[in-house]
């Protein structure tokens, strides 16, 4: 039982009793009959938006390999693409775990999640890999990037491992299985991207460097630690959401989600 059931009990709803593995600090059916969590649900349709947002920017058909309306090839590869695409969909079922509180609903927000992690280490371990699918002089090192077949088959059975682990416990297990992959996820992702940083800075600090994109090279720098500031600070609101419920309650009318 979460904090929040202990504090609070439940106002009953459209949806009826929660069912979910956890249940966050905000008040439920306060503001609505029909959705349980009335601002995580909103809040949720971010993700929708930005998995749009990133669609349309790089819009282009996935059958044609080329910009819609346009004659140049398309600058993102497919597994960019899904990964919008996969933004969406853990948009919609972050929507549908905190507008019901169930069970079934919170697995269509946390599996999602996985896949998406996944698609992004995907991302992240083969950004720098040619067009051709043939590793580079820079990752001939990496086993997983031995042979274009390898990295996917990997990251389909994590995905594989990960669906079981997460749907079939019950109870807090599940939710702590989640994290803990969660987790896994992050910290490959930022460890790979701190690697590539790494190099970044020793390019600009060497002078052999003639025809380097020093701008492009201070830009991915920046992005990267720009990145680190929102990653901490997404995960410090999350723990705040999670461990100190009393305190958010006691801010009365400066939070809305613990109104009456």
């Known amino acids: 039982m979460s904090h929040h059931h202990a504090a609070h009990g439940h106002a009953h709803g459209f949806w ?3 069912t979910s593995s956890v249940n966050w600090c905000e008040r439920d059916y306060i503001w609505s009959f029909y959705i349980a969590e009335f601002f995580n649900t909103i809040s ?6 930005a998995g749009l947002i990133g669609l349309w920017i790089h819009r282009l058909p996935f059958w044609s390999g080329k910009r819609a309306g346009s004659e140049r090839p398309a600058v993102l590869e497919t597994a960019y693409i899904l990964s919008f695409i996969s933004l969406v969909i853990v948009g919609w079922g972050s929507v549908a775990f905190h507008a019901t509180l169930w069970r079934e609903s919170q697995a269509l927000d946390e599996v999602p999640m996985l896949y998406c992690g996944l698609l992004i280490t995907y991302c992240i371990l083969t950004f720098a890999m040619p067009s051709d ?3 580079s002089k820079s990752s001939s090192g990496n086993i997983l990037l031995a042979h274009p077949a390898i990295l996917p088959t990997v990251l389909s059975l994590l995905a594989a491992v990960a669906t079981l682990l997460v749907t079939m416990p019950v109870g807090k297990l599940a939710f702590a299985i989640f994290v803990a992959i969660m987790i896994g996820f992050y910290v490959s992702t930022i460890v790979r991207i701190a690697l590539f940083v790494r190099q970044e800075y020793a390019r600009l600090a060497s002078p052999d460097t003639e025809n380097l994109d020093r701008a492009g090279s201070r830009a991915a720098i920046a992005m990267f630690w720009e990145g680190i500031s929102y990653f901490l ?21 400066w939070n809305p989600q613990s109104l009456e």
Do not use: R
Not at 44 to 49: I, P, T
Not at 233 to 251: E, H
């Open 133 to 135: 699918g043939k590793p």
């Open 44 to 49: 949720s349709l971010s993700m929708v938006f």
């Open 16 to 18: 009826g009793e929660p």
């Open 233 to 253: 600070i997404a995960v410090s609101v999350w723990l705040v959401d999670k461990n100190l419920c009393d305190w958010l309650d006691a801010m009365g009318p």
